[in-house]
């Protein structure tokens, strides 16, 4: 049974850092990228990063980059966003996905506070 976990959200300040993390198990996670998303309340997930199977290669759309950074860890199957520079627009559920596929997590609450 493919799984995706996430952890780490909460309350995070202006300025501020979090650090969400993604575990997974049940599938060959070395071969399938990890896509991280959030969505915010009445609207559609939008994706703040991607990192390839590898790690070797990622993407942001530009809302986060330069303040978000994925990683992944193929020993311990699991990937890791590091968001700096929160903002109240960084407030959403995060959700991570294996890349390519309708396996997701349950999401985690971020909210940043002003």
């Known amino acids: 049974q493919v799984q995706l976990v996430e952890a780490g959200g909460g309350l995070g300040h202006q300025g501020g850092s979090l650090t969400l993390s993604c575990v997974t198990s049940g599938y060959p996670f070395k071969e399938y990228g990890i896509s991280w998303y959030r969505q915010r309340p009445g609207q559609p997930p939008e994706v703040v990063a991607w990192?390839?199977?590898?790690?070797?290669?990622?993407a942001y759309p530009d809302s986060t980059k330069a303040r978000f950074t994925v990683t992944r860890d193929n020993d311990k199957r699991s990937s890791t966003l590091q968001m700096n520079n929160l903002n109240p627009e960084d407030t959403a559920v995060y959700y991570c996905?294996?890349?390519?596929?309708?396996?997701w997590g349950r999401g985690t609450q971020v909210t940043v506070s002003s």
């Open positions: 996905r294996r890349s390519g596929t309708d396996s």
């Open positions: 990192i390839s199977s590898s790690g070797l290669n990622t």
